[in-house]
């Protein structure tokens, strides 16, 4: 076992105290970076990225190599289970991911089983192992998955939507068939993700992107009460320390007290919410992480400094809070951007933790 040079992240996840506020983005290793862009060419295909191990690692490490980021997350996708299951997963230039076996009817949910995280999805625990070899202790490495009933967007539209009529149609009108759909995709995350800690990851979050489209019956129906059976059947310790475990719903604000009850380690937030609200909202109960809006790095250094230093502000003393953006960061953005932007945390945080 690697000794961590770094374990801010780790300490601030559970609210230890840290000498600065620990700062990583989601989707750090993207389309934003030219080496990414590179590095995505060489692998011939999006999938094919993610299936390889040593380019997986190549493209994950390279925001550290220009960053003085404090973790790593492992570079795969959130489609992974669902195209493990059959589905037929392919992304289209310009037009997303798409499934060309939708689960529609009784008989394709009866066909859904939980993949092998040895079998079909080798692939991302080779990548998990690899990438822990080479960070070398460096820094910690987070796993991740979709939530279940994000997962289950996808499975039933057949790709992204903007109305959810496929799947809200789905969940209306048949209740029970949804509700197999997400105990066995619920069953394949807590899985997949107890690999992910068994190969190595030493964190782990589970992105509900599209719990936010839910009304609060049905996000609670739907969405949380699957995540919560993953948080209590996850591996919580792993090489003699604590596995961290972060709920992100994007649009989820409203339900910050009902996610935090799950018994997870910490929230994320999107930018809809103000952090210091959050807090007073959940108390001691987690750590939050967030949630600066992406388009500010869009911004120039000035303005990104003056943000980060109203977030900071807004959460105030103590440890608990890990920066972030409050989604992925966007394709379009200079990369020096996000350098002013992790930089401007570590130097500003500081006082916030004397």
Sequence with gaps: MTELKNDRFLRALNKEPVDYTPVWMMRQAG??????????????????????????????LQPLERYPLDAAILFSDILTIPD????????EAGEGPKFSNPVRTEADVKKLFVPDPEGELQYVMNAV???????????PLIGFSGSPWTLAT???????TKDYAKVKGM?????DLMHKLLETTAKSVASYLNAQIAAGAQAVQIFDTWGGALTPRDYKEFSL??????????????????????????GGGAWLEDMAATGCDALGLDWTVDIGQARARVGDKVALQGNMDPSILYASSERIREEVSSILASYGKGSGHVFNLGHGIHQFVNPEHAGAFIEAVHELSRPYHQ
């Excluded at 990414?36 to 692998?43: G, L, Q, S």
């Design 31 to 60: 389309r934003y970076l030219p080496e990414y862009r590179a590095t995505r060419e060489k692998a011939g295909s999006f999938m094919d990225l993610c299936m390889n191990a040593d380019l997986a690692c190549e493209v994950t």
């Design 84 to 91: 493990a299951m059959g589905l037929g997963l392919s992304f």
């Design 129 to 139: 192992r690899t990438i822990r070899r080479e960070l070398n202790g460096r820094v």
């Design 154 to 160: 996808y499975m039933v539209e057949g790709g992204g």
């Design 171 to 175: 969940m209306f009108d048949r209740p």
């Design 225 to 250: 009460r699957y995540m919560q059976q993953i948080v209590d059947q996850l591996t919580r310790t792993s090489e003699g320390r604590k596995v961290p475990v972060i709920l992100f719903t994007k």
